[in-house]
């Protein structure tokens, strides 16, 4: 299978500057911040670096207008950036200093972070620190291969830790509502050419040197398919088909949980993305795979009925899909050096 060039993720701990200056030391961090998911792989963010502190900023300029006009999955992504940061800095021996939304004059920078007091690493900072190069979204059907035994409440309180709810959709009449709003969501956004337009923006064939977007492969496409299939889901609406497939995803997973947080506002996003990296990487370091199955949230009135279907309290944000199944290359990354400004 041809492949992007996927240098970022070869980022190796031999090269952190033990002995180097912060600034130093934050770049190199860095590293591992960019591999954080985000949606569409946009990468929506911006870092600088001013002596010993790390500004992490949002890049409205790679927003999902259509998908995300109010901006909360782009801050849920600088989140997941801002954790796999926390991640590395702790494992390096810093413990990481985080102010968010630190200013109302910039609502544009998200999070200031410094490197802290020194600290020893404990066995979990190992364990996520392993586990970022390991994690990535895999949209193929899950085996029949039931996740380990301690998974969920690891991730349920994963997600406490950050700030925001885990909450395990179980019972088969409430899966199957779930699915019912899944396929829904599938109807209605491939319904909508503006979506498939935004969505085709950020398909990439399989062997094109772009550092952001959605190779083919991601979504179970050959090479050869891999360009066409981008001109077929902009011509055709293929929400009935995508619906039907989803659904059935959703009904056979091992599990398919709904991340939440009590509240909707920027600093819940924050919470909820930093909570996004803490849950996939103690699924990762589990040899677990993970997809997103967000559709109804992605749409006002089907959020609703999310809410009602599952008697949240509080507002859902991510719907994942868990198991395991065949392994998948990485999607590509900007460098440290393409996402840094002055
Ligand atoms: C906030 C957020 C929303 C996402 N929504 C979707 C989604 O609706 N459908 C999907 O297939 N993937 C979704 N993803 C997964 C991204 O497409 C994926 O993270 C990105 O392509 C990078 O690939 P990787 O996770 O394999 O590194 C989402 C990721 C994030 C962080």
């Given amino acids: 299978m041809a492949q992007p060039v996927l240098d970022q993720w070869s980022v190796s701990e031999q090269d952190y500057p033990r002995s180097g200056t912060a600034a130093e030391q934050l770049r190199f961090l860095l590293g591992y911040a960019v591999l954080a998911p985000s949606s569409h792989n946009a990468q929506p963010w911006h870092f600088r670096i001013r002596g010993d502190e790390l500004d992490v900023l949002v890049d409205r300029t790679r927003a999902l207008e259509v998908l995300d006009p109010e901006h909360r999955e782009l801050v849920i992504s600088c989140g997941a950036a801002l954790f796999l940061l926390r991640v590395a800095m702790r494992y390096f021996g810093r413990e990481p200093i985080v102010a968010v939304l630190p200013s109302y004059e910039e609502p544009d920078l998200v999070a200031v972070v410094k490197l802290g007091p020194e600290r020893d690493r404990t066995v979990e900072d190992e364990l996520l620190f392993r586990a970022i190069p390991e994690r990535h979204t895999n949209r193929l059907a899950t085996d029949e291969r039931p996740l380990p035994p301690a998974l969920v409440l690891a991730m349920k309180d994963a997600a406490r830790q950050e700030r925001a709810w885990l909450r395990s959709v179980e019972e088969a009449p409430q899966r199957e509502q779930v699915a019912a709003l899944i396929a829904e969501g599938d109807r209605r956004l491939f319904a909508d050419r503006e979506y498939r337009r935004e969505l085709v923006a950020w398909m990439r064939p399989n062997d094109e040197a772009a550092r952001d977007g959605v ?124 996402v840094l400004i002055d």
Avoid: C
């Fill in 215 to 338: 190779p083919g492969f991601a979504y179970g496409l050959p090479d050869l398919v891999a360009p066409m299939g981008t001109r077929l889901v902009e011509m055709f609406n293929s929400g009935r088909l995508t619906g039907f497939r989803d659904r059935r995803l959703a009904l056979n997973a091992p599990a398919l949980v709904v991340l939440g947080t009590a509240q909707d506002a920027p600093k819940s996003w924050l919470a909820a993305g930093q909570a996004l990296g803490r849950v996939l990487l103690q699924a990762a370091a589990r040899g677990v795979w993970s997809s997103h199955m967000n559709q109804p949230i992605q749409l006002p009135e089907l959020r609703e009925s999310l809410k009602q279907a599952l008697g949240l309290d509080g507002y859902p944000h991510l719907i994942l899909r868990l198991g395991h199944g065949d392994p998948l290359p990485h999607t590509p990354r900007r460098s440290v050096d393409e």
